[in-house]
């Protein structure tokens, strides 16, 4: 009977002491909207240097994960270049006779993590640069971390643009923007 006093005596101690010991904490986690954009290639260049450049055009080749994307939600992203492309004599090549398109890179998720699946959508054709109106090239319904291949291309039907200028460098400068869908 003693042992079995001592042995109700010790659990009511226990179970007292836990329910006094017990303590609760609110956890909060603030969700922010993130929507970034990094470009990955500060400087892309397209050859023209053969007479095949003047009649087929040339491209910069795909380059992977040129453009990369965070965004919470769904979101657009677009390209408006800041000029013409510009000789540094101020020879001048329209801007459009350039053409852009993406198709989906690399997941940047955490090592581990599940790639949903990009469902993104891109422009039934590549869409011409532009130095007076943002070019949509991508829209997402769902948030993303994930690389854009870009291939930046002077079409065939643009490369007779480019016979009868110096040669020189053109350039100008592409801003990418990424906003809310």
């Known amino acids: 009977m003693k042992n079995f006093v001592k042995a109700a005596s010790f ?3 226990a179970l007292s002491a836990n329910s006094i010991f017990a303590q609760t904490t609110n956890l909060n986690v ?5 929507y970034s954009i990094e470009v990955t290639n500060p400087t892309v260049t397209i050859l023209m240097n053969t007479a095949a450049n003047f009649t087929q055009g040339n491209t910069t080749g795909s380059l992977p994960n040129h453009l990369k994307v965070s965004a919470t939600g769904g979101y657009k992203v ?20 350039v053409v852009v398109s993406t198709t989906p890179g690399t ?32 829209a997402s ?15 065939a039907v643009s490369a007779p643009v480019y016979l009868n200028k110096p040669a020189a460098v053109y350039s100008t400068l592409l801003t990418y923007t990424i906003v809310a869908n």
């Open 107 to 138: 997941f940047s998720g955490a090592a581990g993590s599940v790639d949903p699946g990009s469902v993104a959508t891109f422009p039934a054709n590549a869409p011409a640069l532009s130095a007076t109106a943002p070019v949509q090239l991508i």
């Open 30 to 34: 603030n969700l922010a909207s993130i």
């Open 141 to 155: 319904a769902k948030g993303d971390v994930r690389g854009f291949n870009v291939q930046y291309t002077i079409p």
């Open 78 to 97: 677009s390209v408006q270049a800041s000029s013409q492309l510009t000789s540094p004599a101020n020879d001048i090549i329209p801007v459009n006779t």
């Open 11 to 13: 659990a009511i101690i």
